[in-house]
């Protein structure tokens, strides 16, 4: 039940903004932001979740590509042992290689950024679709981008649409002070962005946070991690 918030700008010669919040088992290791995959791989900075080696989050700066992942429920009569992590998409997709067909995962909501161009490549075990995302302000976590449906995005999407990224270095910074004003809901309020899943039958809860500024020859990540599972105490993103 991660968080996306992205800002896809009006021109070419902007960057594309992203603000994404991982949750997850805390029980499940990762490792934070760095360079963790040999080739055909190498080059390539993310999030590394441990057990499966896949990426919640990379990023290949060479290209100006990142992609991001959220789980999202499906309808796959597939048996478990034809699947495979989802992760791998992730680094597939910074290398220019969106998922197609039928994959052998569980279903995603799969964030895909190339310098001013963003979409979402969605998954729900039966049809794969694709939404390109217009310039503004979007928000996406478990169903489709911008939904109504979704408590969170219903109650913050238009403070994220009114918080324009900032000039100078931490252009951030406008969006963390929506974090930490949704901070205010209890982690296990329908409309909360730093969630404690555990209440609806998931073991996860929010974890982490990145940034990324993309560009066509660039992209810049700071990742921060919450100091409690599920609770707001600030967020130092370097």
Same mark, same amino acid.
């Given at each position: 039940m991660c968080t996306v918030v992205?800002?896809?700008?009006d021109s070419a010669d902007e960057p594309t903004r992203v603000l994404a919040i991982r949750d997850e088992d805390p029980g499940r290791p990762w490792?934070?932001?760095?360079?963790?995959?040999p080739e055909p791989h190498d080059g390539i900075v993310g999030?590394?979740?441990?057990?499966?080696?896949g990426a919640w989050l990379a990023a290949d700066?060479?290209?100006? /590509?990142? +992609?991001? $992942?959220?789980?999202?429920? #499906?309808e796959s009569t597939r048996p478990e042992s034809e699947l495979v992590s989802r992760g791998?998409?992730?680094?597939?997709?910074?290398?220019?290689?969106?998922?197609?067909?039928?994959?052998a995962t569980h279903g995603f909501n799969l964030v895909e950024v190339e310098g001013s161009r963003a979409r979402v490549l969605t998954w729900d075990g039966v049809t794969l679709r694709t939404?390109?995302?217009?310039?503004?302000?979007?928000?996406?976590?478990?169903?489709?981008?911008?939904?109504?449906?979704t408590p969170r995005i219903t109650r913050w999407l238009s403070d994220f649409q009114a918080a324009e990224p900032a000039g100078g270095g931490r252009w951030w910074m406008p969006w963390v002070e929506v974090l930490? /004003?949704? +901070?205010? $809901?209890?982690?296990?309020? #329908?409309?909360?962005i730093i969630r404690d899943n555990r209440p609806y039958g998931y073991?996860?809860?929010?974890?982490?946070?990145?940034?990324?500024?993309?560009?066509?020859?660039?992209?810049?990540?700071?990742?921060g991690e919450l100091t409690r599972p599920g609770e707001w105490g600030g967020l130092a993103l370097e």
């Open positions: 992205i800002r896809v700008p490792n934070p932001l760095g360079r963790w995959w999030v590394r979740d441990v057990r499966a080696g700066p060479d290209s100006g /590509r990142l +992609a991001v $992942l959220l789980n999202r429920a #499906d791998g998409l992730v680094l597939d997709a910074v290398a220019g290689r969106s998922p197609s067909g039928a994959p939404t390109e995302l217009a310039p503004g302000t979007h928000m996406i976590a478990h169903d489709d981008v911008d939904d109504p449906a930490e /004003r949704s +901070a205010e $809901l209890p982690p296990t309020d #329908d409309g909360a073991p996860t809860l929010s974890l982490l946070a990145c940034v990324a500024s993309v560009s066509a020859d660039d992209v810049e990540v700071h990742y």
